[in-house]
């Protein structure tokens, strides 16, 4: 029923393509976060899906049905926008029962002229249905706000708007769900409290879900899988454990984590299919990694180098390098290091026994073989 499928999409304006030929496919119940950089194609992607833009070409189907011709507003889908879009003049309650009174009083049919239909809407506003009612204030208990239903919406923090948007989405039951950058306007404690909320929300209700983002923490931490976009194509789309772990190409490594890339050259390859790769033309590095290219990229996560400590010792990937920067980040602390002339960052946890150390310190580092990824 919420499936949602997108086949070749091609959109172009007149001084833009915007889509180059997207292809997604979501079951339902599934969380989806289309995730890339401003400009990237993922609110047209959206906006195609749910009907607020015509492709140029290609298909768009909900639960099997291809839709292209179907009128926003008989898609079925739920909006949320990063931009709460709510009613200045309703309140909590008033917002969510706007879009499910509107459907009771024309049952989605428009034929009224406007000024008699507003006038319509807010005299059923102010006597909704009992079954209104029950809709509205169970959508509200959802997002944890029934008690503040009388409360005009100019009178909610951030955080409480956007739930109310939320809720507003919910009451109408859609089959799909699809939010547009929601959390950009809040600050990053609400930001996540809301990812739990949302997540939260999705999973008890199972409804597919597609959710736009160019926060590549908030893609990770919510999503089933995640599709990177760049340049009005999808360069990726995996889970995201998936994602981090085996990035297709630079730029999926850099836009879902930091990294270190440098080029390198695979000089030789050990019997298992192991590869030994020189990086920055000096240094050689063991790598799990099978390939048949010559020519790569070397990965490797800040988290997956670590520092020799205590004397312990590695037969393989241990490097001399110097410390440059030490940063304090709470939970872990990042050190900027140069390593055989390359600029490397390292990460490593902090606890309170651990060893730091500063500008200037010779360290032994180890990078092992499965953390050097070749892409
Ligand atoms: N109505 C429009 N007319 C012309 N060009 C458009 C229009 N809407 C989007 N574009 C262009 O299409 C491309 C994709 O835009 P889109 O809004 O989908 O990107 P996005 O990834 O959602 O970006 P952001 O994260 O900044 O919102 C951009 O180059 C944009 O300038």
Redesign the pocket.
Known sequence: MGSVKVKNLV?K????T?LKGVNLDIKEGEFYALL??????????M?CIAGFENPTSGEVLIGEKVVNSVPANRRNCGMVFQSYALFPHYNVFENVAYSLTIRDLYNGSFGQRAKTFARLIHKKLGKPSKEIQEKVHDALKYVELDHLADRGVNELSGGQQQRVALARALVMEPSVLLMD?PLSNLDKKLRNTMRTTIRKIQQDLKITTIF?T?DQEEAMSMADHVAV?RD?EIVQMATPTELYSNPKDPFVADFVGSSNIYQGKVVDRKENGDSIVKVNDNTILESTTHTDKEDVEVLVRPEGIEILKNGRMEDHNVLEATVKISTYLGPTIRYDIELAGMEVMVEEEFQPNTTLFKEGDVIKVFLPAERVLLI
Do not use: I, L
């Not at 304006?13 to 833009?16: E, P, Q, R, S």
């Not at 890339?36 to 992607?45: D, N, R």
């Open positions: 959109k304006y007149d001084k833009a915007a890339g950089p401003s400009g990237c194609g993922k609110t047209t992607t906006r950058e736009v160019h976009m009005g």
